[in-house]
Structure formats: C-alpha cells, structure tokens
C-alpha cells in the first residue's frame, strides 16, 4: 500500500516542481530578490543601521526581498575584486569610492546612475559624490561622511594638565608630558598600516593643504610627491616615534588590539575614522571620558582644523548584470538614505544626506563630528582610497618602512614619487 501511495504521489510532486520552477528564483508568490553584498558584519555599528534601511525599503516596495551579506573588511576587497572579473557580482554591492573602485566603473560592470541620482539630488549633494563619480559619469551612492579624527581621553588629558592640541607643537608636547607620567601617549596599528596611516595622511594634509597633496597623489599639476611639505609630515612621524609617542610592539598590533588599551584608559590618543564614535557610543564604554577633536596642524600657512581626510567614500553599486536594473539601481539610493537617516540617530556615523528629521537625540560627540564636517573647508580621500590598488599597497608598504626605520624620511618622499611616476597614465 505505502508502494502504491508513493508512486501516486511522485509525478504530482514532479508536477508540482514543474510549476514553481519555472520562476528561477522568484517563489510561486512572484517575490523578487535581490542580493546586497557589503562589509556590516552582526559585529560592525552599522549592521544595525543596515538591517533598518533593508526593512524600511522593503515595507515600500511590495513584492521584493533584499538578500543581505556581509564579509569581514579585508577578504572583502578580494572577493568584490574577483567577482567583477569573474562577472558574478550581486545586485549591489558595497565598495570603496575613489580609486579603488575606478577599475569597476571602467570595465563595464556597472551601472551608470545619473539618472537616478535625478530624483534625490535635493537631499543628496551632487559634492558628495565626487568620489563615486568617473569620468563624468555617476557609477555609486554614499550614505555616510567618516573622517579621520583625534580621539582622546578627557581624563588622562585633565589630570596631568594637557590642553588639546591645535598644532603639532602642542601634539609633541602632549606626548612629552603623557611619556614622561608613564602613559602610552598615542596607541596604533602599525600591522594594520591603514591606522598608522590615519595619522600620517592627516599630518600629511596638514602639513601640505589639500589641492597640493591632491595633485601630488592623483599625479596633476606636474605637482610631484617629492616636496618639503610631504618630508616635513614624513619626519614628523619618526619625530614622534623617537620620543617615545607609540606602545611598544604597535608593529604587530592588529587595529582591534591597538585601540583596547585607549578604549580602556590607558592610552592617551587614538587616531582614527571618525566611526570609533560609533562604537565609543554604543558598546558600554564611559562616553563621558573620551573627547574628538580635529587633527593638529602642522603648516598653518597651507591648511587649518578644518581640512580634513576622509569624506563620502562607502559606495554602493550596481551590477549591469542585475534582473532588474531599474529597482536596483533607485534601491541603491533609497537604501543609502535610509542608512545615512539610522546610522546617524543610532549616533554610529555621520550622514552624508540632508538632515531632514530630528536629531534632537543623537549622541553629543557624533552631533560634535557632524559639526565639524558641515564646516570643513576641504575633504581629502585617504591614500589607501584614493589611491590606485598598485600606489595604494605600495604607499601602506613604504609607510610601515618608514615607521621601522627601514628608510629615512628623504628615502620615503622619493620613493613615494618614483611610485606615482611608474604608474602615472
């Protein structure tokens, strides 16, 4: 009898396939998927902020589900690379702006957006993406504005009577002062170069002024990476090695491990992106011991406090090989906004959109971040980010060297300009 029953059974299971395969991936409902890739792992501060938007875009459009993944930060890079060369990108996808997503826009993968940027230009500042736009032509969205700042510890700094620091003069001799009480003055990566690199692509700046060190990293102007300003951001970075400024052992420090004793009081400075609000905001650390402030100036001449690195670099694209392009590409945007909207109530990151709702209750030192960048005189795309993948890697590997001592200052600089002219199109 179970024999009978099972044979009468299988082709109307077969037949039942048959109907609700035909869809490929689409369920007998018609739901529409599609598939966000991007680097908010359950561990990031704006996984939160992702999770809202998704749900928020899908209450307003009836009929389609976003398929959300997430990788950790690193692999990521090598994976986003490979699938678009391997054309197996998702719907969208987060990437980085500047250079590191140039080659995407330039293989034909993606999706222009220009025309849907049309229908949100009245929230979305056209200057804000600067860094997703190629050639002329508008290749992502952006949602947030991090920047590099000083992070610092209100107490340490009050009891052994230290100002913030405005210049670099005043940063040397907060390190002094913090070295001499036998606490770490600055804590940082050097394993992770990218967070070595926070500050010295800051002093960088401030040293050079943003439209000279554009043009020295983006190879215009006949502007060359060999300059006295560069040297002088260079030297300043041994200058703070040799007093002692940095832990001991920051060359195998991951960032994780390099920013846990600042998180914990026993470092006086952190730089970083302007992100470690976020967790400084949300993951029970005392937020009333830790103050933000702008990055010193080290030339006055050339730039001021409010020249900052970073500005809207997180992106998102659209594959040209999505099912459906028109959804995809005004998801791109909508999504944005609404990550841009929760990241920043969540007081995670500051928004890259128009503030259109209430923010009376947003969390003071992101309020604080935010109003620093709403008065920024310049933004200046990290190196690691603006930079091409061949400079980029070569810059991060020149930088640990030059923190090792494995070459001078002098040697830095020109190396850096034989870089850029190797590759110079």
């Not at 009929?63 to 054309?87: H, M």
């Not at 700042?149 to 390190?175: R, S």
């Not at 971040?369 to 190196?383: K, P, V």
């Amino acid at each position: 009898m179970k024999k009978k029953m099972l044979g009468l059974l299988l082709p109307l299971t077969l037949a039942a396939g048959m109907l609700t395969g035909c869809g490929g991936e689409e369920s007998s409902s018609d739901e529409k998927t599609l598939t966000l890739w991007s680097i908010a792992t359950e561990s990031d501060n704006m996984h939160s902020s992702y999770l809202k938007a998704i749900e928020e875009w899908e209450e307003k459009h009836e009929g389609y589900k976003i398929k959300f993944e997430t990788f950790e930060n690193q692999s990521y890079k090598t994976k986003i690379k490979s699938a678009v060369a391997a054309n197996e990108l998702p719907d969208i996808f987060f990437t980085f702006g500047g250079g590191f997503s140039q080659p995407f826009a330039e293989s034909g993968k993606v999706l222009p957006l220009d025309d849907y940027y049309e229908n949100y230009k009245d929230l979305l500042p056209e200057a804000a993406l600067k860094n997703q736009t190629y050639d002329g032509t508008i290749y992502g969205s952006t949602f947030t504005t991090p920047v590099s700042m000083m992070f610092y510890n209100k107490n340490i700094f009050e009891e052994n009577n230290i100002k913030v620091p405005a210049t670099y003069d005043e940063l040397l001799t907060a390190v002094t002062t913090l070295k001499d009480a036998g606490i770490t003055p600055i804590a940082t990566s050097v394993k992770d170069t990218w967070v070595l690199g926070m500050l010295h692509d800051g002093l960088t700046l401030k040293s050079a002024g943003a439209t000279k060190l554009q043009n020295a990293l983006l190879k215009q102007e006949g502007q060359s990476y060999n300059d006295s300003d560069m040297l002088q951001s260079a030297k300043a970075i041994v200058e703070l090695k040799e007093k002692g400024a940095f832990e001991e052992g920051a060359t195998g420090l991951s960032n994780d491990e390099a920013v846990q004793p600042f998180l914990d009081g026993q470092a006086g400075m952190f730089f970083t992106g302007s992100w470690l609000g976020g967790d400084i905001n949300t993951k029970s650390y005392d937020k009333e011991a830790f103050g933000v402030a702008p990055i010193p100036v080290l030339n006055s001449e050339n730039s001021s406090l409010s020249d900052f690195m970073g500005g809207a670099s997180d992106t998102f694209m659209v594959a040209k090989s999505t099912k459906y392009p028109e959804v995809a590409c005004d998801a791109a945007f909508e999504i944005a906004k609404y990550i841009s909207k929760n990241a920043y109530l969540e007081g995670v990151a500051i928004p890259a959109w128009k503030v259109d709702y209430d923010d009376s209750e947003v969390e003071p030192m992101t309020k604080e971040i935010a109003g620093y960048t709403t008065e920024a005189n310049s933004f200046t795309l990290w190196f690691d980010t603006l930079l091409p993948a061949e400079d980029a890697n070569k810059y991060l590997e020149l930088l640990q060297q030059l923190y090792t001592g494995g070459i001078t200052p002098e040697e830095y600089v020109k190396a850096m300009a034989d870089q850029f002219d190797s590759t110079k199109k």
